[in-house]
């Protein structure tokens, strides 16, 4: 028994380790990358993410309300009342009062990025309303520029003069309605978090009234048809797209280039092939909606052109993933592309990290953006944003959460250890083994016991009524010229012979020693059988020593079990 139980306690160890090595295993996660992929949402339709995103933020913000609104609120306010200090002064045409406003707006919103950045609204509302302040707050500044230099022009005369004008004017329209259409967007938003709008939306009413800045309807010559042909195609196009614009000079006008104005801004001084002319504009700027454009050439100018910038998807991709070479380290990268493929250049991406801090990164000429930083032991998640700061044809975007684990130094060297140690322990346990077998060549196997190794034993047919040799009774003499266990093996098998040959079976031999007392359970005999072979595996297997008196004992059960089987008594 004592060695049945050292091969117990020896299966026992081997799957402790292997149960080990499958929990611990199981406890550490892989460290490579858990891609973000497309963003939230992708239909592969052009619609108004900026609007979806804005939806997404006030849901989330409707869901939880937000625990810093309070402090957020009165700095949100500082933002909106200096702004409409400026809005009053400029619809009064008061614009040196007005330019000196400008720097307290910057100043409110400055302050108003610190609390943005210290509590991680990223993804809110509130830092919806702070980009689209900040954009504001650059329309206004050029704005009041461009209202100055069309005073400046006032009572000049002229082609050049008229020419001048035009493309102020021209600003100026733009940038009006687009501060406008972002103002109630910032109105919304401060709504939602009971911010008072009533000061901003009077000075935002006596700003967008019609004024004297419309551009004239006249093409810039005094007289007579225009003489610069002019056209665009196609008449509208997306981020990315380029369009061709086409002319010729007419009317006797001759010159060596010919200048094209966007938005009353130059974008291009082109050469003549003869009086025709020809430039590729690529749309990377501006907003969505109507823009216009014309030529000039030897000091005259063509009449206007309108073309429509319509907004477009932007897609953002994040991936995160730990750098096993550099510990603590992970790169996180990704693409900023519009739904038609193209790759968004020179764009600002924020990534967020775990809700906690932002940083600003830049994407390549081809759209990709790669950040490689520290990050504390532990599970991080990653996510990128991309706004539409000054990329106004694109929409905002969202990526998908990427996850990524930063293993400690415990955690990289535990599966090294662990595969260590249990190769150790294997090699020692089956060592000790080995060893203690050398020892105790007693045990062979199971099938029979040790001392019948080598020997055959008769072979009956169950029907054969008398075997063809029956082994003597055990005297006592005989067991006492034999080792002890010799004896035992030697009483058990003419014991289970000769059951067999009275009772089968005729395999009897290849059988254990329990499946055979087992196989006679039933029978008279069956009780006493199994009592015999249960003292005979205690000497056996048990580590004790039987003495003359244990085999003398085993003999004579074995000579009752035998007439009780119906054996002769002899």
């Excluded at 913000?61 to 309070?70: A, L, N, Y």
């Excluded at 919103?109 to 210290?118: H, P, T, V, W």
């Excluded at 990128?384 to 959460?401: I, K, M, Q, V, W």
Aim: one cysteine or more; aromatic letters at 6%.
């Amino acid at each position: 028994m004592r060695k049945i139980r050292r091969h117990v306690l020896f299966i026992a160890l081997l799957i402790t380790v292997a149960a080990l090595t499958l929990i611990l295993s199981a406890g550490h996660p892989g460290y490579g990358s858990l891609t973000g992929g497309l963003p939230n949402g992708y239909t592969g339709q052009t619609h108004d993410t900026r609007a979806n995103l804005y939806s997404r933020d006030l849901q989330r913000e409707q869901q939880t309300p937000f625990r810093c609104s309070e402090e957020v609120s009165p700095l949100m306010e500082n933002v909106l009342d200096s702004t409409a200090e400026v809005l009053s002064a400029a619809s009064e045409e008061d614009y040196k009062r007005a330019g000196g406003g400008l720097e307290g707006v910057g100043s409110d919103i400055k302050d108003l990025n610190k609390q943005i950045a210290r509590q991680n609204l990223i993804a809110t509302g509130i830092y919806e309303f702070t980009q689209a302040s900040q954009d504001n707050h650059r329309s206004l500044s050029g704005y009041l520029s461009d209202s100055e230099k069309l005073d400046r022009l006032q009572g000049r005369e002229g082609d050049a003069a008229g020419l001048e004008g035009k493309a102020i004017r021209t600003r100026l329209n733009i940038e009006k309605n687009a501060i406008v259409k972002r103002s109630d967007r910032i109105i919304d938003v401060a709504l939602q978090f009971g911010v008072n709008t009533t000061k901003f939306e009077e000075s935002l009413e006596a700003f967008a009234s019609p004024s004297d800045a419309a551009a004239p309807a006249s093409s810039g010559n005094k007289t007579g048809p225009a003489p610069i042909n002019l056209t665009v195609e196609p008449e509208d196009g997306v981020f990315g797209d380029t369009l061709l614009f086409s002319g010729e000079l007419l009317a006797g006008t001759q010159a060596d280039s010919v200048n094209i104005t966007v938005d009353g801004n130059n974008v291009a001084s082109v050469p003549t092939n003869g009086n025709r002319f020809r430039y590729e504009y690529l749309i990377d700027q501006g907003s969505p909606g109507v823009h216009s454009a014309y030529a000039t050439a030897a000091g005259r100018s063509s009449g206007e052109v309108k073309f429509t910038i319509r907004p477009v998807d932007a897609h953002l991709t994040c991936d995160a993933s730990y750098n096993p070479d550099a510990p603590g380290f992970a790169i996180c990268s990704g693409m900023l592309i519009t739904i038609t493929g193209a790759p968004v250049a020179e764009a600002p991406v924020i990534l967020s990290i775990d809700r906690e801090r932002t940083i600003r990164v830049t994407t390549g000429s081809d759209g990709r953006y790669v950040h490689n930083g520290t990050f504390t032991a532990g599970r991080h998640t990653v996510t990128a944003y991309f706004t539409g700061d000054g990329l106004t044809p694109l929409n905002a975007a969202e990526s998908r959460p990427a996850d990524f684990v930063i293993p400690s130094l415990g955690s990289v060297l535990a599966p090294t250890f662990l595969l260590t140690s249990s190769i150790a322990i294997t090699a020692l346990s089956a060592a000790w083994f080995l060893q203690r077998s050398r020892h105790n060549t007693g045990y062979q196997g199971i099938r029979s016991f040790p001392d019948e190794e080598g020997q055959t034993a008769p072979q009956y047919d169950d029907e054969s009524p008398e075997p063809h040799s029956v082994l003597p009774e055990p005297s006592a003499d005989l067991l006492h010229e034999q080792t002890p266990h010799e004896a035992i093996g030697r009483i058990y098998s003419g014991l289970r012979d000769r059951i067999a040959v009275l009772h089968g079976p005729a395999n009897a031999a290849a059988m254990t020693p329990r499946e055979f007392a087992a196989r006679h359970g039933r029978a008279q005999f069956g009780s006493d059988l199994e009592t015999f072979v249960r003292r005979a595996e205690a000497f056996r297997y048990g580590g004790l020593v039987p003495t003359g008196n244990d085999l003398d004992d085993l003999a004579a059960l074995a000579v009752a079990i035998h007439r009780e089987a119906g054996g002769e008594e002899d």
